[in-house]
């Protein structure tokens, strides 16, 4: 499986960004995820849509301001982010995995395959 994530800028506070992730290879992927990493910190999950059904988990800090979707070929999972703040900024990653469980969304250890950063700022 291969990722490649791209869409990030420099927004202002308020504004909206789509980041995508095109999904290619054997996409035999159980979710595909974003995680974002913020300098000095730990990668820290983002959003998960369950590659069959569509279903979509979120973090408590995104909920109601960003969405997770994937078209209907099942090539590209979207990110949209509305009402970015500046504690948004940070390098988004998109990630996927074959065997991963729900419990485990959250963990990076759990993700066999990434994609390369996109760096989204969020000016005040």
């Known amino acids: 499986v291969q990722l490649q994530a791209s869409g990030g800028g420099l927004v202002q506070a308020g504004d909206s960004l789509r980041l995508s992730c095109a999904v290619s290879?054997?996409?035999?992927?159980?979710?595909v995820s974003w995680f974002r990493q913020r300098p000095g910190q730990e990668r820290e999950f983002v959003a998960a849509?369950?590659?069959?059904?569509?279903?979509?988990s979120y973090v408590d800090s995104v909920k109601g301001r960003f969405t997770i979707s994937r078209d209907s070929a099942k090539t590209t999972v979207y990110l949209q982010m509305n009402s970015l703040k500046p504690e948004d900024t940070a390098v988004y990653y998109c990630a996927a995995d074959s065997r991963i469980i729900m419990s485990s969304l959250s963990s990076p250890h759990a993700y066999a395959y990434w994609g390369q950063g996109t760096l989204v700022t969020v000016s005040s």
């Open positions: 290879g054997r996409t035999l992927s159980r979710y």
């Open positions: 849509v369950k590659w069959s059904g569509g279903s979509t």
